[in-house]
Every structure is written in C-alpha cells, then in structure tokens.
C-alpha cells in the first residue's frame, strides 16, 4: 500500500505537524521525489511551511529528477551526495537484517526493497 493512499496515515502525519510543531525535516532517499518526500511536503500547510526540509540522494540521475519534481515545494532542499563510502553502504545494504527479512518488522516503513 502506498503512503499517499493511506487518508488515516495522512491526518495523522498533518496533525503531528502540527501539534508537535515540527520545523526542520531529514530524509535520505530521494529517490526521484515522488513517493514519501512528496507525501511528507504536502502534509505542510501551506501557513506553516518547515524552517527546513532536506532530502538527499545518491544518485545523480536520481536527484536531477527529484530536483525537478520537487520545485513545486520551495522549502525543499534536496541534495545529491553521498555520506558513506560506496563499499560500506553496499555492505550493508546485503546485510541489514531489517532490508533483508523486512517483513518481521511491521512497525518500519521501507518504500522498496
């Protein structure tokens, strides 16, 4: 199921906004910004926009599409870069015990495995 279908999840979100005044938002995987930055962006009202949203992506190609999906949303700022190097984040994407046996753990959201 998608974020976005969820009406619950996104009340739920908008209120939690709201009331725990969340100003400042840090994701990682961009992707091409459709799926959870968007969701999370639109959840804003437009009165009470963050103080800061960035998102950051690793791919090049990625991050241009994200870029440009997301300039509808003046207060996002994403990013492309890296933060580890390419041999340990590929190391642990094999061994990540939540990536690899993702449906134990109900409670974590994971866009795509």
């Known amino acids: 199921m998608s974020m976005a279908a ?7 979100l908008r209120s939690t906004l709201l009331k725990d005044k969340i100003s400042h938002v840090l994701e990682t995987g961009t992707y091409r910004g ?13 009165r009470y926009p963050p103080q800061q949203f960035v998102t950051m992506e690793a791919s090049w190609v990625s991050w241009r599409h994200a870029r440009r999906n997301l300039r509808h949303f003046p207060f996002v ?6 933060t580890v190097p390419s041999r340990r984040a590929i190391q642990f994407l094999e061994t990540d ?5 993702h449906q134990d753990y109900p409670d974590v959201f994971i866009d795509d495995t």
Request: one cysteine or more.
């Open 34 to 46: 459709l799926g959870s930055t968007t969701f999370v962006a639109e959840a804003f009202s437009e």
């Open 6 to 12: 969820s009406k619950q999840l996104c009340s739920l």
């Open 97 to 101: 015990d939540v990536l690899r046996r």
């Open 77 to 82: 700022t994403p990013l492309w870069g890296t």
